[in-house]
């Protein structure tokens, strides 16, 4: 097929960076992750990917999460299920 129509986006650089270095590690070029998301929505008739909003306690979570708060992290499986207890 053809590839002659283009597509124009502006998008802040520091999503565009952060973007293209997880493509990057996935062996993906922009080009081809925006190719790759046109054909599924072409192929399935919808979008690719569910995007829904957290309700306000899942956002609170995931902000303090992305702070470090409250968060616990293990070496060994065994000491995460001892802290369950």
């Known amino acids: 097929m053809s590839q002659t ?3 124009h986006a502006r998008i802040d650089p520091a999503t565009k960076a952060a973007t293209e270095r997880i493509l990057e590690n996935i062996g993906l070029t922009p080009t081809e ?6 054909r599924q929505i072409a192929m399935r008739g919808e979008f690719p990917v569910e995007l ?9 979570v995931l902000a303090e999460v992305d702070r ?9 499986v065994e000491d995460l299920y001892a802290s369950w207890e």
């Open 5 to 7: 129509a283009i597509i």
């Open 33 to 38: 992750a925006i190719r790759l998301l046109y």
């Open 52 to 60: 829904r909003t957290p309700n306000a306690v899942t956002a609170k």
């Open 68 to 76: 470090g708060e409250d968060v616990e992290s293990f070496d060994r």
